[in-house]
Structures are given as structure tokens and as C-alpha cells.
Nanobody
Framework: QVQLVESGGGLVQAGGSLRLSCAAS????????MGWFRQPPGKEREFVAQ????????NYADSVKGRFTISRDNAKNTVYLQMNSLTAEDTAAYYC?????????????????WGQGTQVTVSS
């Protein structure tokens, strides 16, 4: 069993920045790949970024590449998503998730535990 708790969402103006955090407990954090997904209003959940167990490998959706940075601190059991140059199109509920470890990390089916989500709203 894994518990994931996101924080850091909020209302920000276009061009601004936010940093999301996801605190994990239950499974050995350093042995688990992690991902961030988002779900805009009325749309399906979509991949944002993923990070390997050690943090050495990261991957991003094209829509956020160069603006978002995923990182992790295994000593604190926390994964982060630094979001810069935000636009209205980034408005969504953001979710962190723990990976099973054997599938496509850009697909929701690869993840077996999810946080409750944190809302990010970007005003234009």
C-alpha cells in the first residue's frame, strides 16, 4: 500500500510559476518510479512527466518540455514538479502516481497508486 499526498497547487497568473510536491509513504520510495499526470476540465487524464527510481532519468510530455521539471528527494520521500511559464492551457487537476515498474510510464495503466490531486488554475 502506498499513500501519496500532493500539495502546492493554486491560482497563478499566466507566465508565473508553481512547485507541486508529492509526499509518499508505504512502499520503499527509492525503489519506485514516479509520474505526474494532469486532467483538464472535461478532458481525460494525460501524462506530464516521469522520473526513474534514482532520479537519473526523466521524460516529459511535449506540451511541457522546457517549462516543467520533475525531481525527487529520496531522503524525504518526495517528488516535485516545478512549473514555469504557465499558460491557461496548464489549468488542470494535477496528480502524482507510483509506477508498477514494468509498463509504459506515459500511460495511466502503468501506475497503481494515485494521490488525491491538487488543482492548478492559470489566469490569462
Amino acid at each position: 500500500q502506498v499513500q501519496l499526498v500532493e500539495s502546492g497547487g493554486g491560482l497563478v497568473q499566466a507566465g508565473g510559476s508553481l512547485r507541486l510536491s508529492c509526499a509518499a509513504s508505504g512502499r520503499t520510495f527509492s525503489s519506485t518510479g514516479m509520474g505526474w499526470f494532469r486532467q483538464p476540465p472535461g478532458k481525460e487524464r494525460e501524462f506530464v512527466a516521469q522520473i526513474s527510481r534514482s532520479g537519473a532519468y526523466t521524460n516529459y510530455a511535449d506540451s511541457v518540455k522546457g517549462r516543467f521539471t520533475i525531481s525527487r528527494d529520496n531522503a524525504k520521500n518526495t517528488v516535485y514538479l516545478q512549473m514555469n511559464s504557465l499558460t491557461a492551457e496548464d489549468t488542470a487537476a494535477y496528480y502524482c502516481a507510483a509506477a508498477r515498474g514494468f509498463g509504459d510510464p506515459t500511460r495511466t495503466s502503468e501506475y497503481d497508486y494515485w494521490g488525491q490531486g491538487t488543482q492548478v488554475t492559470v489566469s490569462s
